[in-house]
């Protein structure tokens, strides 16, 4: 995959009476990861939507491989995977179903063995024909991480935005979500976490602590 | 953009968006078969209500059989519209389908069309029936049919817009209708005086043309409008 670079200038966001942040800029080059830190409440989960373009910040620009991008663009929706608090699944679709249609909006071909192996991985293959409603929050969350790791290399998306990706795994998982952050940065992505976790992360990481109104 | 010209390729068909949203949001409406019913079931109750209320007077209900037709449709298809974003936006899916790489209003166009063949197909359908209860003859009935057909789409497509407006609003299904109906004004005199006229023995070409070019105009416009409304309730 090419490089891929996620750029940050001048970002400022206002709700309401409150100042989230002002003035907040970074640089993301192919294989760098930025961990977002801070309380709740900060506005990790704000900037995140920010950077995936689905809300639009009061200044600033988010330029994706030297070109600004507006909120929801062409470009950015080809190169953006966000991965949100709630899981984007649908209760009545089973794990596998949520995959696929996952994938399918992803525009992201994916042979079914390599869904399934994706699921496997996960340790959801025993599970995979039950419906979503009847799976716990972190098996569920497991299945957004087969998405991602249907993500890495060249196919898909290369810029990952990820809010509190860990939530509600068990150490097993949140062990492979690491590997699989560190697969996806090897091969030349980019990715923007908000965690509370302490991320081992390989390639070079940048570390973000927001604090109110800063 | 992208590295990999046969992903390129395929991203090339940007209207495979509303192929896959289409049959996304069929395969869930038919996962979930008690609410398919729902609006058809109301439909038909509350239509028949009227018979029972008017009484047995053969002209009487022949007369008002157009406007009652009409106006249950209309508030069937209002029932059912949270249906098209609501659950979407609540488990986070509406999200995706804004990130996805297919183009935001061809996936409202297909999750429009989901709508319609799972609430405004069926009404068309059982509309003969429901019009027996009113007298109505063998002509009157297929024209009551036909603008059913060219008029429920348009208030699926209406309606997805308001339905997009108030996700996430307190009280959202009480707005949406004050939004909602006076739109579907013209849909409702158009399609009742085709009806009308129809018993009164003149051409109804002109209501059924003025439905056809409402619904064309709605199919090329209403599903921007739709994926605006989507982006400004994500905001």
């Given amino acids: 995959m090419a490089g891929r670079r996620l750029e940050a200038r001048g970002l400022g966001l206002t709700r309401g009476p409150r100042l989230l942040f002002s003035d907040l800029g970074f640089v993301l080059s192919a294989g760098q990861a930025l961990i977002l830190r801070g309380p709740n409440g900060v506005g990790k989960t704000s900037l995140l939507r920010v950077l995936a373009g689905l809300t639009s910040a009061d200044c ?73 409603r009847r799976l716990s929050q972190g098996q569920k969350r497991r299945i957004g991480l087969a998405r991602l790791a249907l993500n890495v290399g060249h196919r898909g998306k290369p810029v990952w935005l990820l809010d509190e990706p860990t939530n509600a795994l068990d150490a097993e998982g949140a062990q492979l979500f690491q590997q699989l952050v560190n697969s996806h940065l090897a091969d030349g992505g980019v990715a923007v976490i908000a965690t509370h976790l302490p991320m081992d992360l390989a390639g070079s990481t940048q570390e973000l602590h927001m604090q109110e109104g800063a | 953009m992208s590295a990999e010209p046969s992903a390129d390729a395929e991203l090339a068909a940007p209207e495979r968006g509303v ?21 058809l079931a109301f439909f038909v109750i509350v239509v028949s209500l009227f018979p029972l209320a008017i009484g047995p007077e053969t002209a009487l209900l022949k007369r008002v059989a157009p406007g009652v037709v009409w106006v249950c449709a209309l508030l069937a298809v209002m029932l059912t519209l949270p249906r098209v974003f609501q659950s979407d936006h609540l488990d ?144």
């Fill in chain 1, 60 to 132: 600033g620009q988010v330029l994706l491989d030297g070109q600004p991008t507006s909120s929801l663009s062409s470009a950015g929706r080809h190169a953006l995977l966000y991965f949100g608090h709630a899981n984007a699944l649908k209760d009545d679709f089973s794990a596998q179903e949520n995959l696929a249609d996952q994938l399918a909006l992803d525009a992201n071909f994916v042979p079914l063995n390599e869904q399934l192996a994706a699921l496997k991985a996960f340790g959801l293959l025993p599970r995979r024909d039950v419906l979503a």
């Fill in chain 2, 92 to 235: 986070g899916t509406l999200e995706q389908l804004a990130l996805s790489p297919y183009p935001l209003p061809l996936l409202c166009a297909g999750k429009m069309i989901a709508h319609w063949v799972t609430t405004g197909l069926p009404l068309a359908a059982v509309a003969p029936v429901l019009g027996l209860q009113f007298g109505l003859d063998g002509r009157e009935l297929m024209v009551v049919v036909a603008g059913l057909l060219l008029g429920t789409p348009i208030l699926t497509m209406l309606g997805a817009i308001g339905a997009a407006l108030v996700l996430g609003v307190r009280g959202g299904s009480i707005l949406m209708a004050l939004l909602v109906l006076p739109l579907y004004i013209p849909v409702l005199i158009f399609g009742a005086g085709a009806a009308e006229a129809s018993m009164a023995g003149i051409d109804v070409s002109a209501n059924l043309s003025l439905l056809g070019a409402m619904l064309l105009f709605g199919l090329v416009t209403t599903p921007f409008a739709a994926a605006a409304a989507v982006k400004i309730s994500l905001d």
């Fill in chain 2, 19 to 39: 192929w896959i949203a289409f049959c996304r949001d069929l395969k869930l409406a038919m996962r979930s078969k008690g609410e398919l019913g729902q609006a």
